[in-house]
């Protein structure tokens, strides 16, 4: 029989209770795991479990092994004396070694870059001969020498150079177009040079004439077709006609006046050397229609050659003709080829501005940029005139 104490007072009841609830949760708690043991305290490495790497596979065949075969002898076994002389004996052929060698000169490497890759071409010559002088005849034939020579003739670069600018070839027209290049810099830069670039050559030409406008223009065209040109102007005059010619036939004997005194006055004027006149007239196309204009004219007695043209033509106006006619007297000795006075001085005294630039003042086009065209167009028709001249010579 269980016998019961008796419980003195509350509190070792609530004592008591408690520490039944206590045991109880501690009974219900997880165990705590083992912590893990450091990699020092494991025994071994952390690769030692790591299979070893399998061998790589080997794309290289390999020669068969050919066990090395013996020669057998092949003993008679009746041997008959000869009295002769005896024959060699026969050789066996090993037919299995000539097969392995074959293989093996099949199987050898051979490199991508030959042996020979940087080795001169030409044979170097012995100590012997370094001493001799080589001619072309002793030079070994080298195809890579025959196509250096096809470009290069001669002795080098500089011939080749020369002779391709002498043919006339791309390195003459880089070289031109060069030096167009450097003269138009210099030309732009100080426009008193172009004359200066463009002096010289074989061309000579006498302008019979002063005025600088009128020289200038005829330098530039001739320059301009014959790329060098060197002209000069010398005074000349004429008295056969009028102070200011009428009609083509007037200006034309005018210009041929001034042709003759030029060669007359200046000895270094021959036959030989051109001249080139110009003479500016008035010209009537229609009724009260005036137009002023300049004949140039170019003789050069030499080669039989005289050419004329004309240049673009000025329209006058009316009252500029009666101011003509009124300053010319009834008792001028020419009067029947034109009047006493010039055009330009009654146009400049007109229009208040100096005598070369009435033109430019009263169309927009100057007296020099007529001439330089018209100039231009009679230096084209005597290169070709010196052209035909040269044929027939």
């Given at each position: 029989?269980?016998?019961?104490?008796?419980?003195?007072?509350?509190?070792?009841?609530?004592?008591?209770?408690?520490?039944?609830?206590?045991?109880?949760?501690?009974?219900?708690?997880?165990?705590?795991?083992?912590?893990?043991?450091?990699?020092?305290?494991?025994?071994?490495?952390?690769?030692?479990?790591?299979?070893?790497?399998?061998?790589?596979?080997?794309?290289?065949?390999?020669?068969?092994?050919?066990?090395?075969?013996?020669?057998?002898?092949?003993?008679?076994?009746v041997v008959v004396p000869q009295s002769g002389p005896q024959p060699a004996p026969a050789t066996v052929l090993n037919s299995n070694a000539d097969t392995s060698t074959t293989l093996q000169d099949q199987e050898m490497f051979s490199p991508a870059i030959p042996?020979?890759?940087?080795?001169?071409?030409?044979?170097?010559?012995?100590?012997?001969?370094s001493q001799a002088s080589q001619t072309s005849e002793s030079l070994p034939a080298s195809p890579e020498i025959d196509r250096i020579g096809d470009v290069m003739p001669g002795s080098g670069l500089i011939t080749w150079m020369k002779g391709a600018v002498s043919?006339?070839?791309?390195?003459?027209?880089?070289?031109?177009?060069?030096?167009?290049?450097?003269?138009?810099?210099?030309?732009?830069?100080?426009?008193?040079?172009?004359?200066?670039?463009?002096?010289?050559?074989?061309?000579?030409?006498?302008?019979?004439?002063?005025?600088?406008?009128?020289?200038?223009?005829?330098?530039?065209?001739?320059?301009?077709?014959?790329?060098?040109?060197?002209?000069?102007?010398?005074?000349?005059?004429?008295?056969?006609?009028?102070?200011?010619?009428?009609?083509?036939?007037?200006?034309?004997?005018?210009?041929?006046?001034?042709?003759?005194?030029?060669?007359?006055?200046?000895?270094?004027?021959?036959?030989?050397?051109?001249?080139?006149?110009?003479?500016?007239?008035?010209?009537?196309?229609?009724?009260?229609?005036?137009?002023?204009?300049?004949?140039?004219?170019?003789?050069?007695?030499?080669?039989?050659?005289?050419?004329?043209?004309?240049?673009?033509?000025?329209?006058?106006?009316?009252?500029?003709?009666?101011?003509?006619?009124?300053?010319?007297?009834?008792?001028?000795?020419?009067?029947d080829t034109g009047f006493a006075v010039t055009l330009e001085s009654v146009m400049a005294a007109s229009l208040q501005v100096p005598q070369t630039e009435w033109q430019d003042a009263l169309t927009g086009v100057g007296r020099r940029e007529i001439l330089s065209?018209?100039?231009?167009?009679?230096?084209?028709?005597?290169?070709?005139?010196?052209?035909?001249?040269?044929?027939?010579?």
């Open positions: 029989m269980l016998s019961i104490k008796p419980v003195d007072d509350m509190s070792s009841i609530l004592l008591h209770f408690d520490e039944s609830i206590k045991m109880s949760n501690a009974d219900k708690k997880k165990p705590i795991p083992t912590a893990p043991l450091p990699a020092a305290t494991i025994p071994g490495n952390l690769l030692s479990s790591v299979a070893p790497p399998t061998q790589l596979p080997n794309f290289i065949t390999a020669s068969p092994v050919v066990a090395p075969v013996v020669p057998i002898e092949v003993k008679p076994s042996p020979s890759k940087g080795e001169p071409m030409l044979p170097i010559r012995p100590p012997e001969d043919t006339g070839g791309i390195l003459q027209r880089v070289a031109e177009k060069a030096k167009n290049s450097v003269d138009s810099m210099i030309t732009t830069l100080d426009p008193q040079m172009k004359e200066y670039l463009k002096s010289g050559g074989d061309l000579y030409i006498v302008v019979a004439c002063e005025e600088e406008d009128k020289v200038s223009a005829i330098r530039e065209a001739f320059q301009t077709v014959f790329g060098k040109a060197t002209v000069l102007g010398h005074s000349a005059r004429s008295e056969v006609t009028a102070a200011q010619p009428v009609g083509y036939a007037a200006a034309y004997a005018a210009a041929k006046q001034r042709v003759a005194h030029v060669r007359s006055t200046c000895a270094e004027v021959t036959n030989n050397v051109p001249v080139v006149a110009i003479e500016g007239f008035l010209h009537e196309a229609v009724s009260d229609r005036w137009y002023e204009m300049s004949v140039v004219v170019l003789s050069q007695p030499s080669i039989g050659v005289e050419l004329q043209v004309c240049g673009q033509g000025t329209p006058v106006a009316v009252a500029a003709l009666a101011a003509l006619r009124a300053a010319t007297p009834g008792s001028y000795v020419h009067r065209l018209a100039a231009r167009s009679l230096a084209g028709s005597y290169k070709k005139s010196l052209a035909v001249s040269a044929g027939e010579v």
